[in-house]
């Protein structure tokens, strides 16, 4: 079935700096979501990308979908310590299920 | 709280225990989801329900027992479950349909001795 890579697994940043992370697929994609989950806590969605090339911002995060529709991107500018936790990507496996499939995630640890 | 209720939060048994976990949304979703969270893995989809009809099961072992009585509950129970078994077993809820983000409940963290 449909597999979305993830990259980087981890990521530490200071405080301030710029965090990316990236989600790819060998296949086109229907559309993708992506998640946070906070430590200890719960996976919550953050977005829904459907059409090719778009952008979405939501505050200081901004996320893409490629122009092929087989890879997408989360940029948080600035991070600060509550942008702490792991960033997930979820996509529909092929062969027209709508249930999404879930990366590996990326975890973000912001060092103050 | 999210909308999706799950309970216990937390859950010790033995291998030789029935169980239930239990989820419950008043979101006025028709699609409900039971995902199994293990260190180091990825987020492991189980059973789906469409309007209280399982529509997938992940070739889950079936010491795991879904229930879904109507589209606004949704149980798993649990019998002679395995060490490896344990995890953060998390309920979501969907609008059916492609366009629709999940709502995750917090979890039950299971723990099996």
């Known amino acids: 079935g449909q597999q979305v890579m993830q990259i980087p697994q981890y990521q530490h940043v200071q405080e301030g700096e710029d965090f990316t992370t990236y989600c790819n697929s060998s296949t086109t994609l229907s559309n993708i979501q992506w998640y946070k989950q906070r430590p200890g806590g719960h996976p919550v969605f953050l977005i829904q990308l459907v059409k090719s090339g778009e952008v979405k911002k939501q505050k200081r995060l901004t996320f893409q979908f490629g122009e092929a529709k087989k890879n997408s991107s989360l940029h948080i500018t600035a991070t600060q310590t509550t942008d702490v936790g792991t960033y997930f990507c979820?996509?529909?496996?092929?062969?027209?299920?709508?249930?999404?499939?879930f990366g590996r995630g990326t975890s973000l640890i912001v060092h103050p | 709280e999210t909308g999706v209720t799950q309970t216990p939060r937390h859950l010790v048994m033995g291998m030789t225990n029935k169980k239930s976990l239990k989820c419950e949304q008043h979101l006025g979703h028709n699609a409900m989801y039971w995902y199994k969270q293990s260190a180091k893995k990825p987020l492991e989809l189980m059973f789906v329900y469409n309007f209280k009809e399982q529509t997938e099961n992940n070739s889950v072992p079936s010491r795991f027992s879904p229930e879904c009585p109507n589209s606004s509950h949704l149980f798993l129970h649990l019998h002679t479950l395995q060490p490896e078994d344990s995890a953060l077993y998390l309920c979501a809820s969907s609008s059916m349909g492609a366009n629709y983000g999940y709502t995750f409940g917090s979890g039950t963290r299971l723990t099996v001795v």
């Open positions: 979820a996509a529909p496996s092929s062969g027209g299920s709508y249930i999404p499939t």
